[in-house]
Nanobody, 115 residues
Framework: QVQLVESGGGLVQVGGSLTLSCTAS????????MGWYRQAPGQQREVVAS???????NYADSVKGRFTISRGTPKTTVYLQMNNLKPEDTAVYYC?????????WGQGTQVTVST
């Protein structure tokens, strides 16, 4: 079993920054693969950033150059640094960790970007 706890969401003005964190606990001791997803009202959940093998990163086109995914110390926390936020970034953000053939999700954290 893996538990994921997200934090760092909030209300920010256009152009501002936020850093989300996702900390894993339970049976996992190192997070090598993680995805950050978001879901806006009335829309499907979409992946915005992913970390693979603790090293490789990938980003949705809509966030490239503005968001950065990284792993912290200890290696059970992964961050999503979000800069130059736009109103269209408003959504609930979730982290997902695959572990032992199961996908674990965090509870979500709300990010609201105001104009």
């Amino acid at each position: 079993q893996v538990q994921l706890v997200e934090s760092g969401g909030g209300l920010v003005q256009v152009g501002g920054s936020l850093t989300l964190s996702c900390t894993a606990s339970g049976s996992i001791f190192t997070v090598n693969d993680m995805g950050w997803y978001r879901q806006a009202p009335g829309q499907q959940r979409e992946v915005v950033a992913s970390l693979t093998a603790g090293t490789w990163t990938n980003y949705a086109d809509s966030v490239k150059g503005r968001f950065t995914i990284s792993r912290g110390t200890p290696k059970t926390t992964v961050y999503l640094q979000m800069n130059n936020l736009k109103p269209e970034d408003t959504a609930v953000y979730y982290c997902k960790v695959p572990f032992q053939r199961h996908d674990y999700w965090g509870q979500g954290t709300q990010v609201t970007v105001s104009t």
